[in-house]
């Protein structure tokens, strides 16, 4: 009786959720609040947003899945994620999806966060799919994009040497086929701008193509990967294939978990395998292994006839931009061949985990990088070995996780952490990691203040507090020292990040927040004309003013201001802003939709720059970094042709009010506009 009056009482607040927003929250929003989590334009998110469009339309259904497919979602934290596999072991299966509310740490912003993408069934029938209804009931999705700046760069009007050899647009296809999560298969290919298309170096058409067959969950099969594919292990210290959240505003979100075999969709040319994978699993056991042989981009050098080494041809770096527009990046084109190997054996309950992975890596060549007093322990051999276990464990409110890893050349890595509910209020995460400054990894991906796990040693406390319903308040302390030299920073060094955010939801129309984050890191004096390098502070300071309204059911604005500091060692400071307005609509029922932006700018330098998110059409991200003086806008629109057809367009234009010339190098354009279109159609059936 007590469950029902819970479910009821719930009923009525998430109904007056739901007439909000009647459509659940826009995928768009929520790849954009990752992205300015991230601030960052490198990552490819197109595999995210593809899990989210297909459960968008066929939920996960809660009463039959796995911690492992709840995290797909990238919606839910690891505790609530615990707490909701326990909360089912506990009572049996929900009556429906109202019995949320009753679950600890499921508040009503939460449910309706991961409402459009989940249901509660009770009759379990696709245990078993016949193969004709797994291989023609299934959904088929083409997209197409072509984007293109109409301002020519300088790589284009050269003549000759290294220049752009292609035309300057960008052309990308994409079709795939998904049964539930049992069966996808599919294709990607991409024509980047500057590259040569059905001639010279590309007779063939398309510069990138990737294809992918994978099956899930079919009695002891829990994967197989043919193709094109990710590989996830452990906390991401040996290989960690995707978007791995580290320090962000979502400060609970510091544990990696998720199918350790993924189908491969994204444009990246560099990070993912290509071969076959397979999971097996008997109850609690499983055993994943994977193969996976490719060419790499790389720099090649001729090897000098008096050294020891192989009359061959050796590499000095990896090219992993996946670019091949110039006579020189078509030079490193599929030059490396490269074998990996590796798997995961693991034992896994419902209170606890443990896991062993090994990851071997072949370069069918010799590496000769260009070391410099930082990189002296750096990987330089042609073969690496590693090994890790990873394990995570659940008493009663805390959460605790890690992995600890080895080199064959005697490395060390190792992080572990914890997920803390002091109150259905309070929450606190906890990470120390300490990576070894020869610990060497080539496909890592761990939580770090490094792009890689090498040469750091830290501590990252977070903590979430919600004193009432409408305020939340998120902030981090991350202290981390270096034992030996770094890029720009010639002497061991430490640093610290501090962030601090107050969001407030005052009602259903309006959400604000206030932002601030300092960081302090050893860096060389710039403009040092002294003989020898030395370390001063090198100071950071932001702070963000963020509002959101949504004047009726349509029409959306949201404005922000920002202020940049920056300073290195006594040199002056440079300072910076961003302003900009945002307007959304969106009308239920009818077939279009737009976002336009507005925003002026003003930094000292490049130093000084303010990243901001801006939305963009489907399976494509924008995040620039305004700086210099200018003005931005760009306008975007969605227009559903019918049920199955959707074209978006996009506008952007970048306008300087001080400067003749945007960019650098091959990418600069004579002028003070630069200006990009986009149109893109997708079809499904």
Avoid at 154 to 173: D, H, I, Q, V
Avoid at 261 to 286: C, D, H, Q, W
Avoid at 329 to 339: K, M, P, Q, W, Y
Wanted: glycine fraction near 6%; hydrophobic fraction near 35%; charged fraction near 20%.
């Amino acid at each position: 009786m007590r469950r029902g009056f819970c479910i009821i009482g719930v009923w009525f607040c998430i109904t007056l959720l739901r007439a909000q927003n009647p459509e659940g929250n826009d995928v768009q929003e929520i790849i954009e609040n990752n992205a300015q989590q991230t601030e960052s334009e490198g990552f490819d998110y197109d595999a995210s947003i593809d899990e989210l469009e297909y459960y968008r339309k066929h939920p996960i259904n809660l009463n039959h899945t796995t911690a492992e497919q709840l995290n797909d979602l990238g919606l839910l934290t690891a505790q609530q994620i615990a707490a909701l596999m326990n909360y089912l072991s506990l009572h049996g299966k929900l009556i429906s999806v109202y019995e949320l509310q009753a679950v600890p740490l499921f508040d009503l912003r939460t449910i309706q966060l991961i409402l459009p993408y989940i249901e509660v069934k009770h009759d379990i029938t696709e245990n078993i799919v016949p193969a004709r209804k797994l291989l023609t009931k299934g959904r088929f999705m083409f997209v197409t994009r072509y984007k293109q700046v109409l301002e020519r760069s300088r790589g284009y009007l050269l003549k000759e040497g290294n220049r752009y050899l292609g035309s300057p647009f960008n052309l990308f296809a994409r079709f795939r086929y998904q049964y539930s999560t049992k069966l996808s298969y599919g294709f990607t290919v991409e024509k980047d701008a500057g590259e040569e298309f059905f001639r010279g170096s590309n007779k063939q058409g398309f510069d990138y193509y990737s294809g992918h067959v994978f099956l899930r969950d079919f009695k002891i099969l829990r994967a197989l990967a043919l193709g094109d594919y990710e590989v996830r292990l452990g906390q991401g210290l040996i290989m960690w294939s995707g978007f791995g959240m580290r320090k962000s505003p979502a400060v609970m979100n510091v544990k990696r978990v998720g199918m350790r075999l993924r189908p491969y969709n994204s444009l990246n040319e560099f990070n993912f395998m290509r071969g076959a994978g397979v999971t097996l699993g008997i109850k609690n056991f499983e055993v994943t292994a994977f193969g996976s042989f490719k060419q790499l981009d790389a720099n090649m050098v001729p090897v000098s006839a008096d050294t020891t080494l192989n009359e061959e041809e050796a590499f000095s770096s990896f090219n992993e931009s996946g670019y091949h527009r110039t006579p020189n990046e078509l030079a490193d084109r599929n030059r490396l061949n490269t074998l990996n190997a590796g798997g995961n054996i693991s034992y896994n309950t419902k209170k606890w985990h443990v896991g062993f992975n090994a990851l071997y890596t072949r370069f069918f060549g010799n590496y000769r990088p260009n070391l410099q007093p930082y990189s002296r322990f750096n990987f330089q051999q042609n073969t690496l070995l590693q090994g890790s276990v990873d394990y995570h464990v659940l008493v009663r409110n805390i959460h605790l996780f890690g992995e600890t890893a080895m080199s064959d050349n005697t490395g060390f890595a190792t992080l572990n952490g914890a997920l803390i509910s002091l109150d259905p209020r309070v929450d606190v995460s906890v990470v120390h990691r300490y990576y070894a400054r020869h610990y060497h990894s080539l496909f890592a991906n761990a939580f770090a203040e490094s792009s890689r796990p090498q040469n750091e040693h830290g501590s990252y406390v977070a903590l979430t507090v919600r004193p009432v319903r409408q305020i939340r308040i998120d902030g981090y302390f991350d202290l981390y020292r270096s034992n030996w030299l770094k890029y720009l920073t010639d002497a061991p060094s430490w640093g610290n990040d501090n962030f601090l955010q107050f969001t407030v939801i005052p009602n259903k129309k309006m959400e604000a927040y206030i932002r601030y984050r300092f960081e302090i890191k050893k860096r060389n004096q710039t403009d040092n004309d002294s003989p020898m390098d030395y370390i001063v502070d090198d100071r950071r300071h932001s702070l963000r003013i963020h509002t959101r309204y949504k004047v009726n059911e349509s029409i959306t604005l949201t404005n922000r201001v920002e202020w940049a500091n920056y300073r290195n060692g006594s040199l002056r400071p440079e300072n910076g802003y961003l302003v900009f307005q945002d307007v959304g609509f969106k009308m239920l029922g009818f077939p279009v939709s737009f976002n336009a932006r507005l925003a002026i700018y003003k930094t000292d330098s490049y130093n000084s720059r303010i990243y901001a998110y801006e939305n963009d059409v489907l399976y494509s991200f924008s995040i620039p970094a305004y700086y210099y003086n200018g003005m931005r806008w760009y306008l975007m629109m969605r227009y559903t042709i019918i049920k199955n057809i959707d074209v978006w367009l996009r506008v952007a234009q970048s306008h300087r009010f001080d400067d003749n010339v945007i960019g650098s190098g091959l990418d600069a354009i004579e002028g003070n506009s630069k200006t990009e279109i986009k149109a893109q159609v997708r079809f499904q059936f």
